[in-house]
Each structure stands twice: as C-alpha cells, then as structure tokens.
C-alpha cells in the first residue's frame, strides 16, 4: 500500500510539473531556471522510489607524486689550501674570497728570505763535499797505481778505498740536504690544487704561517654547488639516482637540478635520510643558503578509487561497496599514496568492484540504492575526475 502510495504522488508530481512548465509556455513566459530543474529533476526521477547514486569502479591506475624536501646549499667538492711550513711571515697574497682560479695557480707566498740563506748555506757545503770527493778519488788512483808496483801496502789501499766512500756518502747528504730545502722553497708559494671559486679566505699579508692545520683557503672544485636536501625514508625509497628535481631558491628563482646521490641509510633519531640535488654551474648560487626541492614519482599499477569515495570515521577509512542486488554494504579499507583526485587502496576491494562515488556519508549499510555509473577517470591515467 505505501509502495503504491509512493507511485502515485510521483506520478502526480510529474504531472503538476508538466502543467506549470506548459502553462507558462502558452503565456509565452520562459520558465524560472529553479522552476526549470525542479521539473526536469521531477521528469528524471525514478518511479521505483529508489535513490539514484552515481558509483565508480575500483581501478588500476597510476598514480603521479610530487612531494617537497628542504636543506641547504653546499659545495660538491670542496679543497682546502694550506702551508706544512709553520713559523714564516706571509710576504703576498694573491687572491681574495669570490675569485676564480685554475690548477697551479699562485695564490699567496710566505717570505723566503731565511730559507734562502739555508739553501746558499746548503749548496756551499755540497760544493766542498764534490771538492773532497774528487781529491779523495784521486788519492784513490794514485794509490791503486802504486800498489800495482808494489810500492803501496794493500791496508792503506784499502783505508784510501773507505775514505772514498765516505766522501761519496757525505756528498749525497749534502745532495739530499740541499734537494729538501729547494722543495720547501717551492711550497713558499701556495697554490691551488684545483680549479675552482675561493670560497673562503683566512690570510693577510704579515701573517705567520700556523702549518697545514690551518687552511688558509677553501676552494669550491669546479665552481659546483649541491642541495643537501632531507627527506623522510618512506620518500627516500621513491627517488632514484640520475632523476630530475626542480630546486627553489629563497629568492624564487627555480632551477632544474638532477639527483646525484641518494644516502644508502637513514638517520636513526630523525628517520630522515639525505639525497644530493647537482644544479649547474651559477655564480649566484651560494653555500649555506636555504632551497627546497620538488620531486616527482611514478606509481604504476595501483589499485584506486577517488578521494571523494573514501567515507572517514572514527573507526578509519571505508568505502561502501555496492553489491550485484544494488545494495551497499560498507567496507573498512587501508590507504596508500594519493595524487590528485586519487587514492591508493592497500587493502579493500578488488579491481572492477562497485563502490559510491559521492555521498556515502549520507547512505547506511544495507540501503537499496538506483546506481548511475561514473568513471572518475580512465584507468591507468593519474588525471583528474570528470564524468562521462
């Protein structure tokens, strides 16, 4: 009886809509757009007295990410320039922060005056050590020649033959004396061990050289600055090596950088791990300053539905599954990545499944529902909803 009751007044609603929609049409009066979608909504509706829903299908796609990881600027490679002379004054220095230099370029000198003095102290004594080694080969001679005559004992051969030998030892001493000042005397002058931008400079002219623990220069290899970017390691696990990142600078500019180094573990107070962004060469680019990064990965094959279908309660997320008897039953899920208007399903239904689209807040398990079909998107297509 209700059934019928039902019928009956939508019946009668069609009918009254069609009336005032001709009445106004005789009166040459274009209907009111409200009056218009009430009687096309009115017309459209279904005399079973069933609501009409639109459903989805659970869907294979693949899904696109972008996500933002932030760090700081830093050298790629970066050499230090330092002195293992200690205890000389610096006479010159040739280059200053922000420079270019190239391989072998001088770059400071440390006053030699005292060690050229050591170095003519150096070469006079391996002048008189030649001298002695040659009188001593000669007296050498003298003697082998006498001995042969018989006129020269074999012991004092022999004491002429150890006096020979140890002029030739004192000589190569001074040799070795005099080749070890002239290496110092070289490394009086420091220069850069690669091309690249002086980064840094902690000398002045006067100084007193403190040893090689203290660099008095910090060269960028190649002019190369990286983003030390970090990243949780879930989202670790989604760049790889050689794959693009769009950088930003704090002053908005954006550079397209390629990840060069991917951290092999994570930090285990932070869970963050770390990944190297290699940007081109630009001098405006300096160390230490702040930039984030924009990644972007390909999920592919993922089984998902739209955003809109997801239902939250307290309970968790869940989508309400409309069966072959047109009857929804909700369903508990677990959700994975999401980009866009769509959401990876971990667990839940299967490909293919019928699920609500919209409006699952306002059905309860177990209603009988009128479904309209609506594709969200292609499948394997990580675009934006649109109905067919």
């Not at 930003?248 to 951290?263: A, H, M, P």
């Amino acid at each position: 009886m209700t059934k019928q009751r039902t019928t009956l007044t939508s019946l009668a609603a069609i009918a009254g809509a069609g009336t005032l929609f001709l009445g106004l049409h005789a009166c040459g009066q274009k209907p009111a757009p409200a009056e218009e979608a009430a009687a096309t909504s009115a017309a459209t509706a279904d005399v079973s007295g069933l609501q009409a829903m639109r459903v989805t299908r659970v869907q294979v796609r693949d899904l696109a990410e972008e996500f933002v990881a932030t760090g700081r600027l830093v050298v790629r490679e970066e050499a230090a320039v330092g002195s293992e002379l200690p205890g000389y004054r610096v006479a010159a220095v040739y280059v200053d922060e922000g420079d270019w230099v190239k391989q072998g370029q001088a770059m400071a000198k440390l006053d030699d005056a005292l060690l050229q003095a050591q170095i003519a102290q150096a070469e006079a004594t391996l002048a008189t050590q030649k001298a002695s080694l040659d009188f001593k080969r000669s007296q050498l001679a003298r003697a082998e020649a006498l001995q042969q005559e018989g006129a020269f004992s074999k012991e004092l051969l022999e004491q002429r033959r150890m006096e020979t030998a140890g002029a030739e030892a004192s000589l190569a001493a001074s040799q070795a004396q005099v080749n070890e000042i002239k290496v110092r005397q070289a490394r009086m002058t420091l220069r850069a061990p690669v091309g690249g931008m002086v980064l840094q400079r902690a000398i002045r002219p006067g100084d007193i050289s403190g040893g090689a623990a203290t660099p008095y220069f910090r060269i960028s290899r190649d002019g190369l600055i990286e983003l030390d970017a970090e990243l949780p390691d879930a989202k670790l696990a989604l760049i790889k090596e050689g794959g693009p990142a769009m950088v930003t600078l704090t002053t908005g500019e954006t550079i397209q950088g390629r990840i060069r180094f991917v951290s092999p573990r994570v930090d285990a107070n932070t869970s963050l791990g770390r990944a190297r962004i290699q940007l081109p060469f630009d001098k405006s680019l300096r160390p230490g300053s702040f930039a984030e990064a924009r990644f972007g990965s390909l999920s592919s094959g993922r089984v998902t539905v739209p955003a809109s279908a997801i239902r939250y309660e307290s309970g968790g997320p869940s989508l309400m599954l409309v069966g072959d008897d047109n009857k929804v039953r909700q369903t508990p899920v677990k959700l994975g990545e999401r980009s866009g208007d769509f959401v990876q399903l971990i667990e839940g239904p299967p490909a293919g499944a019928r699920v609500l689209a919209v409006g699952s807040s306002f059905t309860l398990d177990g209603d009988v529902i009128n479904p309209v079909e609506y594709d969200a998107a292609p499948a394997s297509t990580p675009a934006a909803a649109s109905p067919n």
